[in-house]
């Protein structure tokens, strides 16, 4: 039966078509995927760019790659592209606007894949991907990018290569941190959780006090959906509380522990307390939706928040900051490895024009003015030391070893299945905040699960 399950997973995991953007409140089904001649078509895609300001003395190419709307990630990509075209003026670019969840990405690509599609030339990769996807991407070894990767931080390209070939450039990482309120926590007297019971208190207490005047205040909003982003959430609640990794490096099946169990019932214990009923279906623009409008306390999410958090038109401009993720004690804090690279298809008509975008779009020019604009965080060691970076988003140097020190998860003990192993977990996870399963249930039917689906794994602790 758990074969069955897992089996099904995996289809489903194949089959989704990313039809939906990221802010639905409902996980499409396998049952809701278009056929294969349904794949994204560059002819439909909007042009990202007027036309290359310089002169093309040859032949005009087309680029189509991917952008997303999360943040100010399309505004920030149409400029970039805007000055590589005229860089480069017999090169435009296209873009398919995709989804914002991983999982509707994932199976768009899988979908031209599975069609070898030259439609699409560049394509933003999860850092969990390069595993599963090694085999789809050219070597960016082979178009002059192990000089420039040496500029960026080694674990990450390390990570991006796969049986020597470096299949994606490092574009931006990410680690989960705490947005707090300065100013509330002035107002009562508190200062920043540095455990999660700290933090469940404080929430409440701000909570109860603002409801006096806003009914639509919430203590903390983090992201709850059955997706990747609660696997992140999930996965830095279980490591915080020293309950391991889900599925460790060695390939010990560790997550049917005590400390992961009761972390996981203590989060389930958030939802309709200090945290909106409706968390369980928010991903990370509904929880910034919640805070920016001044109606949180505390926030989970990535670094693209902050600036956006800054904007002039925000309620809560120049009354937050940020710190590292609590623990279940001061110090044990924990915080999802996350980031993005670019990679060049291995069907693509023009993989030289390719390399060349995926170079410039990562490089540390680029890469600084995302950091400035809409802190993202670079790749590039050098620029935690840059001034302007700093000046722009302080917590890149106050916070540095949150993001060189975060916890990977198992995506590369579990290639290629790493898909199915997080749909599973998230899953588990979903059922215990939702009320339908306990943790000690959910995570010992996960256990076996994964003992199916990884039989030369050992059960163990972390």
């Known amino acids: 039966m758990r074969k069955i399950r897992w089996s099904a997973a995996l289809a489903a995991t194949a089959l989704i078509v990313g039809a939906c953007g990221g802010d639905d409140d409902t996980t499409p089904s396998a049952t809701d995927a278009p056929s294969a001649t349904d794949a994204p078509s560059a002819t439909d895609a909007p042009s990202a760019t007027d036309a290359p300001s310089g002169e093309c003395d040859g032949e005009q190419i087309e680029l189509v790659t991917f952008t997303n709307s999360v943040g100010q990630g399309k505004e920030l990509e149409d400029a970039a592209y805007q000055r590589f075209t005229e860089q480069n003026p017999c090169i435009t670019v296209k873009q398919i606007e995709t989804a914002n969840e991983v999982e509707d990405l994932l199976n768009t690509y899988l979908q031209l894949f599975e069609a070898q599609s030259s439609e699409a030339d560049v394509f933003q990769i999860d850092v969990i991907w390069p595993g599963d996807l090694a085999e789809q991407f050219v070597d960016l070894n082979d178009y002059g990018a192990a000089e420039p990767a040496a500029e960026h931080f080694p674990a990450i390209v390390e990570n991006n290569t796969v049986d020597g070939k470096l299949i994606g450039m490092p574009w931006y990482t990410d680690g989960g941190l705490l947005y707090y309120r300065t100013d509330l926590l002035d107002k009562y007297g508190l200062e920043p959780p540095t455990t999660w019971d700290e933090l469940e208190s404080a929430a409440q207490t701000i909570q109860d006090g603002e409801r006096a005047d806003n009914p639509d205040f919430w203590g903390y909003v983090w992201q709850g959906n059955a997706y990747e982003g609660l696997t992140c959430d999930a996965l830095e609640w279980v490591k915080s509380a020293g309950g391991g990794q889900i599925i460790e490096p060695d390939g010990t099946i560790s997550i049917n522990n005590q400390a992961a169990i009761d972390v996981v019932d203590q989060a389930a214990g958030w939802v309709g307390t200090i945290s909106p009923p409706g968390v369980t279906a928010y991903a990370e623009e509904d929880a910034r939706g919640v805070w920016q409008a001044g109606n949180a306390a505390f926030m989970r999410n990535w670094p693209y928040a902050y600036s956006l958090g800054q904007a002039d038109d925000s309620e809560i401009k120049d009354l937050f900051d940020v710190s590292a ?76 070893d949150v993001f060189t020190g975060a916890v990977a998860r198992p995506s ?35 256990e076996l699960d994964y003992q199916d689906a990884f039989p030369d794994f050992t059960v163990g602790t972390p």
Do not use: C
């Not at 749909?423 to 306990?438: E, I, P, Q, R, W």
């Open 325 to 400: 993720l609590p623990g279940a004690t001061a110090g044990q804090t924990a915080a999802t490895l996350g980031g993005w690279q670019l990679a060049v298809s291995k069907y693509s008509e023009h993989p030289e024009e390719a390399a060349k975008l995926a170079l410039f779009m990562t490089s540390p020019e680029e890469q600084k003015i995302r950091a400035i604009e809409g802190s993202y965080n670079p790749t590039i060691p050098a620029l935690y030391e840059d001034a302007d970076v700093l000046a722009a988003a302080p917590f890149f140097g106050s916070l540095l």
């Open 412 to 446: 590369t003990v579990t290639a290629p299945d790493y898909a199915a192993t997080s749909s599973s977990f998230f899953t588990a996870v979903h059922s215990v905040l939702t009320g339908d399963k306990s943790a000690a249930d959910a995570f010992a039917e996960l």
